[in-house]
Antibody, heavy 115, light 107 residues
Framework: QVQLVQSGAEVKKPGASVKVSCKASGYTFTSYAMHWVRQAPGQRLEWMGWINGGDINTKYSQKFQGRVTITKDTSASTAYMELSSLRSEDTAVYYC????????WGQGTLVTVSS | DIQMTQSPSSLSASVGDRVTITCRASQAISTYLNWFQQKPGKAPNLLIY???TLQSGVPSRFSGSGSGTDFTLTISSLQPEDFATYYC?????????FGGGTRVEIK
């Protein structure tokens, strides 16, 4: 069955960077784009960006432009999301999402930004 | 950016009730709309895509309708496992924004 398995929780200081991984299995990795969505405590879901399935083209939300980088290693069926210049407001659960219609979600990775 | 507004933000209902949640887009999005269910501490789960197509494995008591700017998610007979938060999301253009959520609670 389809699985997206994300890396574990992170605690970072303000100004640092975090890189979250998402390993896919159970489907052809290059068939679908990989999106990243985050959810701050008690807040709505927030789309951050995506990377194409068949190439390395990316598209980012303007809100995160310049701070977020989404990459992938096709040979390892793994996508990555790196967020830099972290601030307390970036404390959230980060999800990778794929599939034709946002069908497949990772389990989420909690990133805590605290001094 | 397209803004998605859900109403109500929360509701209380009983098992067996018919529940309707609405989602309004700030501009026309055709039927480029998804509905998700999220339970505490879990990732969202896709219920409906393309505004009215039921995702495989989702019970038929869930249905979606609408096009353009106004959309509806209906649960025909609320079950105990349906108490959760529901989100709409447009996929018409980037950024792919979500609604604010509707929390369905036990009455």
């Amino acid at each position: 069955q389809v699985q997206l398995v994300q890396s574990g929780a992170e605690v970072k200081k303000p100004g640092a960077s975090v890189k979250v991984s998402c390993k896919a299995s159970g489907y052809t990795f290059t068939s679908y784009a990989m999106h990243w969505v985050r959810q701050a405590p008690g807040q709505r879901l927030e789309w951050m960006g995506w990377i194409n399935g068949g190439d390395i083209n990316t598209k980012y939300s303007q809100k995160f432009q310049g701070r977020v980088t989404i990459t992938k290693d096709t040979s390892a069926s793994t996508a990555y999301m790196e967020l830099s210049s972290l601030r307390s407001e970036d404390t959230a659960v980060y999800y990778c999402v794929s599939g034709a219609n946002f069908d497949y979600w990772g389990q989420g990775t909690l990133v805590t930004v605290s001094s | 950016d397209i803004q998605m507004t859900q109403s109500p933000s929360s509701l209380s209902a009983s098992v067996g009730d018919r529940v309707t949640i609405t989602c309004r887009a700030s501009q026309a999005i055709s039927t480029y709309l998804n509905w998700f269910q999220q339970k505490p501490g879990k990732a969202p789960n896709l219920l409906i895509y393309a505004a009215s197509t039921l995702q495989s494995g989702v019970p038929s008591r869930f249905s979606g309708s609408g096009s353009g700017t106004d959309f509806t998610l209906t649960i025909s007979s609320l079950q105990p496992e349906d108490f959760a938060t529901y989100y709409c999301q447009h996929i018409y253009s980037t950024p792919l924004t979500f609604g604010g959520g509707t929390r369905v609670e036990i009455k």
